[in-house]
């Protein structure tokens, strides 16, 4: 990011990562809404939610130019590398983690917030796609 970006990108994205972490604190401070853990509709709802949400948080970052941390700066990197769309490279990183992660959590809570991520990696990719240019038509003048 340093390379591509510049130090100005770079400290942005600190500053973001480190308010976005401790936005998250705060919020789970607050707990707000709690349901226990196998309260299936209401864990169905919150990972479609969190997906929405976080998608359209994470693309208009993304969209700006501007990005959240580590792995928003490694998608943006490897999209343009490989062609791929930053939200399809988001879901990919965050699937790896996931599957990692079953070591220590139960496979029905990894499976919600792999519905919330492939959300959220949809939304993003739709909101950072490339605007398609349509050329106007030419109209002809006919002159007598």
Do not use: C, N
Not at 27 to 33: A, N
Not at 36 to 59: F, H
Not at 98 to 115: A, D, E, G, H, Q
């Amino acid at each position: 990011a340093l390379y591509f970006k510049g130090k100005r990108f770079v400290s942005e994205a600190l500053l973001s990562a480190g308010a976005l972490s401790l936005f998250y604190e705060m919020w789970h401070r607050l707990d707000l809404f709690h349901f226990p853990e196998q309260a299936w509709p209401a864990t169905l709802i919150a990972a479609i939610a969190s997906g929405i949400v976080t998608g359209y948080g994470l693309g208009l970052v993304l969209k700006s130019g501007a990005a959240t941390g580590g792995d928003d700066l490694l998608s943006m990197g490897l999209s343009k590398l490989t062609g791929l769309s930053i939200g399809t490279i988001l879901f990919g990183l965050d699937a790896i983690v996931l599957v990692i992660s079953l070591v220590y959590l139960p496979l029905s809570l990894t499976l919600y917030t792999l519905l919330a991520v492939a959300i959220a990696g949809r939304v993003v990719a739709v909101m950072t796609r490339e605007p398609i240019i349509v050329p106007a038509p030419v109209v002809k003048r006919v002159t007598q």
